[in-house]
Antibody, heavy 120, light 111 residues
């Protein structure tokens, strides 16, 4: 059974760095074809894809946010970490991590999401 | 990057059929697969259609997907509407396999 869960601070101040961790089970990110993404959703708004990391270490970022994002993995801990710099109130959102079905292009398993608020 | 445009909301009665569109702003809709996700309030999204028209196991065959190159759009059709289908629906595609895009979402009301 595949599960994912996001963790990190619920509140950050403007200009601070946000670090979120996705801890997963039921698969290994060292297995060929495995990929994990981060997606966010501001309250009442649409989903926004942020970043992806692949089993081979390849990393991809949203064009509009790539200067502020960094994604990494710790295979031994079954974790994917997302950092976002220079946080702003408009970054207030629920942040999800999700697995991409191997050999396909859709998110087949999602974490429950974590609401991060940006406020002084 | 391209945009995926969806109607803000649609509504239909139980038992009827509804279609939600997803129009790609640039580039061919057929150049990359389209997925659809259902999101109920307070819940994580779940996939209902992948690779244009494939249903994950457990998704009823009342859900179907299609792509129309002439309008450069994809569609999600739900037949035999049930009140439990009331949710937000998002289309999703990608560019060059590495830049992923979601549509703005459509709120489906079943009344």
């Amino acid at each position: 059974q595949v599960t994912l869960k996001e963790s990190g601070p619920a509140l950050v101040k403007p200009t601070q760095i946000l670090t979120l961790t996705c801890t997963f089970s039921g698969f290994s990110l060292s297995t060929h074809g495995m990929r994990v993404s981060w997606i966010r959703q501001p309250p009442g708004k649409a989903l926004e894809w942020l970043a992806r990391i692949d089993w081979d270490g390849d990393k991809f970022y949203s064009t509009s946010l790539k200067t502020r994002l960094s994604i990494s993995k710790d295979t031994s801990k079954n974790q994917v970490v997302l950092t976002m710099t220079n946080m702003n109130p408009v970054d207030t959102a629920t942040y999800f991590c999700a697995r991409i079905r191997p050999q396909s292009v859709f998110f087949d398993n999602w974490g429950p999401g974590m609401l991060v608020s940006v406020s002084s | 990057n391209f945009l995926l445009t969806q109607p803000h909301s649609v509504s239909e009665s139980p038992g009827k059929t509804v279609t939600i569109s997803c129009t790609r702003s640039s580039g061919s809709i057929a150049s990359s697969y389209v997925q659809w996700y259902q999101q109920r309030p307070g819940r994580s999204p779940t996939n209902v259609i992948y690779e244009d028209n494939q249903r994950p196991s457990g998704v009823p065959d009342r859900f179907s997907g299609s792509v129309d190159s002439s309008s450069n759009s994809a569609s999600l059709t739900i037949s035999g509407l049930k009140t439990e289908d009331e949710a937000d629906y998002y289309c999703q595609s990608y560019e060059s396999s590495n830049l992923w895009v979601f549509g703005g979402g459509t709120k489906l009301t079943v009344l």
